[in-house]
């Protein structure tokens, strides 16, 4: 098989969830070429799915060194950074992520991410809604601008926030728990259609 066609089939392994697959698939294409970037950040990307994040780091910055233009490597690389704790560096990466492709939602909300982390709020606030006006489809922005929001104490704008969030995906659970704070606050109130929709996550 034609090792772009490999690829593609690493990738659609990926998306289904058959991890072990894929990253088969991306050594056999490495092991016919070694310079094939998208191979190695896809394998970077598996690693640290699977709790190998050191290799999944070292796998995504060599795919930088063979395509440093790459927008999408250095988004990556800043969300494993924010998983191994290393913010600062997150922060780096998300920048260049940024400045590669301005126009890239998910660009923006990994910097937006970063931001939050080292809790510049503020700054998180304008990359994260960024990401949202530019047509990013993830609820964690959502929800990663209702906590920069709560910090910041704009409570009301967390809630249109997290209430955004579930409009995109109403079975997730972390929207529903950062607005039961606010209940516990008496900064919010659930409607019975809400209440009826966090009964059926527990059922």
């Not at 089939?9 to 094939?36: K, M, N, W, Y």
């Not at 063979?66 to 913010?87: F, M, Q, T, V, W």
């Not at 579930?166 to 019975?192: C, E, I, M």
Request: glycine fraction near 6%.
């Amino acid at each position: 098989m034609e090792l772009r066609q490999s690829f593609a089939e690493a990738v659609r392994q990926h998306r289904h969830g058959a991890t072990g697959a894929a990253s088969s698939l991306c050594a056999t294409i490495l092991s016919h070429d070694p310079d094939f970037a998208d191979a190695w950040h896809l394998a970077g990307l598996i690693a640290h799915q699977v709790g190998r994040t050191d290799d999944g780091l070292a796998h995504v910055q060599h795919a930088i060194r063979l395509r440093p233009e790459n927008a999408e490597y250095y988004g990556h690389l800043s969300s494993i950074l924010l998983a191994a704790d290393k913010c600062n560096a997150a922060l780096e990466a998300a920048d260049a992520a940024v400045r590669l492709a301005a126009e890239s939602p998910a660009a923006w909300y990994h910097h937006g991410s970063a931001l939050h982390e080292l809790g510049q709020h503020e700054q998180a606030i304008f990359s994260l809604t960024r990401a949202i006006d530019l047509g990013i489809d993830q609820p964690a922005a959502w929800n990663c601008l209702g906590l920069s929001k709560i910090n910041l104490g704009h409570f009301s704008q967390a809630v249109v926030a997290f209430e955004s969030s579930l409009a995109v995906s109403p079975r997730q659970a972390s929207p529903w728990y950062h607005l039961s704070k606010l209940v516990n606050t008496g900064d919010y109130q659930f409607s019975k259609d809400q209440i009826a929709g966090i009964e059926s996550l527990i059922d």
